[in-house]
Nanobody, 115 residues
Framework: QVQLVESGGGLVQPGGSLRLSCAAS????????MGWYRQAPGKQRDLVAT???????VYADSVKGRFTISRDSAKNTVYLQMNSLKPEDTTIYYC?????????WGQGTQVTVSS
C-alpha cells in the first residue's frame, strides 16, 4: 500500500502563486506516471497535470501555461507549481498515479483563490 500526503495549499489572492507537494511513502515515481487532480464539491475528480517516468509533462487546457508539475524521485515527492491563480482554481488538489490510481487517496490539500 502506498500513502500519499499532499501539502502546500492555502489562501491566495488572484494572480498569486502556490507550490503543492505530494510525498509518497515509498519509491513509486520512477516507475509510474504521476498526476495532480482536483475535485470541486459535487463534481468529478479531474486530472490537471501529469509527469511520466521520462519526465515528459501534459497539462489540461485550463492550467496550461500557469501550472508546472515536477518531481524529485530521491525525495519521493511530486510538486505542482501554480502561478497566475484564478478563483476558478479553488478546490481540493490530490496527487496519485495517472492511470489506475492507488487506493486510498490522500487527504488532499485545499487551494482557495480569493481577494
Amino acid at each position: 500500500q502506498v500513502q500519499l500526503v499532499e501539502s502546500g495549499g492555502g489562501l491566495v489572492q488572484p494572480g498569486g502563486s502556490l507550490r503543492l507537494s505530494c510525498a509518497a511513502s515509498r519509491r513509486i515515481f520512477s516507475v509510474n506516471t504521476m498526476g495532480w487532480y482536483r475535485q470541486a464539491p459535487g463534481k468529478q475528480r479531474d486530472l490537471v497535470a501529469t509527469i511520466s517516468i521520462f519526465g515528459s509533462t501534459v497539462y489540461a487546457d485550463s492550467v496550461k501555461g500557469r501550472f508546472t508539475i515536477s518531481r524529485d524521485s530521491a525525495k519521493n515527492t511530486v510538486y505542482l507549481q501554480m502561478n497566475s491563480l484564478k478563483p476558478e482554481d479553488t478546490t481540493i488538489y490530490y496527487c496519485n498515479r495517472a492511470t489506475a490510481p492507488f487506493s486510498p487517496w490522500g487527504q488532499g490539500t485545499q487551494v482557495t483563490v480569493s481577494s
